[in-house]
């Protein structure tokens, strides 16, 4: 391998571990739901692009950036409570199928109800650092993708921590396992399902200042949800190191078919290889590499 294909590796197997971080924290949405409901919340992409869209729109009013996050951040802490108080409290004890319908609904709720009132433009959302690169030796680092790599860590780390030395999150877990259970040792099961939704918009806010200041934000970043699918896959749908290491590697994955695959045939691989790579984890290891295996016996 010449010098110069070295340092085209490094550069994309770079930006990939920086853009797998930022699908990791989208990705970790998905594992909060999942382990305080068993359901999976396939709303996940329009939390993210309403929590931009929450952060573009307060930009556009001449508020400072930092308070625009804590707008995002608050305003979909608030919508969160709102869904679990109105919509998913009432199908505690049902089949996980009503929760995972209810959230395909509220998706094309969401996409529909912000492209009626916010149009379906694409609103820019700056984050405050130079776009100039920064250069370490050979590799290019976009500031942008720095920061949200640094973010990204920063909260998944935090989560991490909650989960394994925290009564509030061994609680969430013991939710997930079994409902009826975990309410008959006396934990109130509604508190921590509220929890995890809180934590979700949590997740989404972050994730929607982080994407949209990426891409902008309009009615296609939701996308964004459908590509962590492969993540959370791989990783294992009920493990947060799982949604890191799974965003790394499809993040990697996706990095190098996109240099290496996609001037040979005109582009695209890099949009269909992580799920490729999706489905052969499903035919393999269907947990995941990190996730619970789960037996049934009948």
Sequence with gaps: MSEFDLQFT????TSGLMIGMMYALIALGFVLVYKATDAINFAQGEFVMLAGLMAAVSIDTSLPFIVAVLIAIAGMIAFCFGLER???RQLLGRPIIAVVMATI???????GASTLSFGPGVRALPLPVSDDPLFLGPIMLPPVQMVGAGVSLVFLLGFTWFFLKTRMGVAMQAVASNQTVAM???INVQRYFALAWALT??????GGVIWG??????????LVG?????????GGLDSVIGAVVGGLIIGVVEALAAGYFDPLVGGGTKDFVPYLLMIIVLMVRPYGLFGKRKIQRI
Aim: hydrophobic fraction near 70%.
């Design 184 to 186: 008959g040792m006396g």
């Design 10 to 13: 490094l550069l994309l197997v």
């Design 226 to 234: 459908l590509k962590v699918f492969p993540v959370v896959i791989l």
């Design 213 to 222: 200041a990426m891409l902008g934000v309009d009615n296609q970043l939701p």
């Design 105 to 111: 609904g509220l998706a094309a709720l969401i996409r």
């Design 201 to 206: 918009g949590i997740v989404s806010a972050l």
């Design 86 to 88: 109105v919509v998913l």
